[in-house]
């Protein structure tokens, strides 16, 4: 009895989304979003989120092609295990482009190299979205020093003690504190949020080319012991 395929990842990316949208509305809605974004004279805080909502619908169009792909797998599976299988439907995504190349090299010797290839063009998929990751985190350090220098600023202006100005001095002072930690808030929970969801797709993507690899190991190598039993058994029927 096989395992299931998981055709339903881009369900699960709707719910966490869904979940991500929640968690934004909620703090819409107690006026911590609204404060933190005013706070933000450096604008930091915008590019952050703007750059998050940009990655996320990336991430959400690769759910939905790496469906697609899990889909196209379900397909070449169950036609496998049928006595002639036929696999002139399944021609479209990467599932496809390895099966033309399978075909290509005369449906014989090891399949190894182009497994690889297509394992490597999932990965190189998701390559974007841990760049934008990263870049969230450095968006958010970048906002921390931005924030002190802002902070530091008036300290310079002093030329003489006047205890009237200190009031003045810590409030400028406590403006750029705001900007430092908002910003760091704002790339330190969008970037773990981006993490954890193209993480879905790095488990999802490497869960796939390892079932590609057993059933082309068992049904599309010459010496598959799939195939060797089911053309005995064809072999023997009267």
């Known amino acids: 009895m096989t395992r299931p395929t998981d055709t339903n990842l881009i369900l699960r990316a709707l719910i966490v989304l869904g979940l991500v949208a929640f968690g934004v509305w909620l703090t819409a809605d107690r006026g911590l979003l609204t404060l933190a974004l005013d706070a ?10 703007g ?12 759910s939905h092609t790496l469906t697609e792909e899990r889909k196209r797998f379900a397909a070449l599976e169950g036609e496998l295990r049928t006595e002639r299988p036929d696999l002139s439907g399944l021609r479209q995504g990467l599932i496809g482009h390895f099966l033309h ?10 399949a190894g190299p182009l497994l690889t290839a297509f394992g490597d063009e999932l990965a190189n998929r998701h390559a974007l979205g841990h760049f934008a990751s ?25 030329e003489e003690f006047d205890p009237s100005l200190m009031q003045q001095l810590l409030s400028a002072m406590s403006g750029g504190m705001a900007v430092a930690l908002y910003t760091t808030l704002a790339g330190l929970v969008t970037s773990t949020l981006l993490k954890l969801q193209y993480h879905m797709l790095d488990a999802s993507a490497a869960e796939l080319a390892t079932r590609l690899a057993v059933l082309a190991d068992v049904y599309l190598t010459p010496n598959g012991a799939a195939r060797e039993a089911r053309e005995e058994g064809s072999g023997d029927a009267p």
């Not at 998050?52 to 690769?62: D, K, N, S």
């Not at 958010?140 to 802002?150: A, E, K, N, P, Y």
């Open 40 to 49: 933000d004279r450096s604008y930091i805080s915008w590019v952050i989120i």
């Open 51 to 62: 750059l998050y909502a940009v990655a996320t619908g990336h991430w959400l169009w690769l």
């Open 101 to 110: 190349n399978w075909e290509e090299r005369g449906a014989r010797g090891d």
């Open 134 to 158: 990263d870049a969230l985190l450095k968006l958010g350090l970048l906002g921390t020093i931005v924030g002190f220098i802002l902070m530091l600023l008036p300290v310079g202006d002093i």
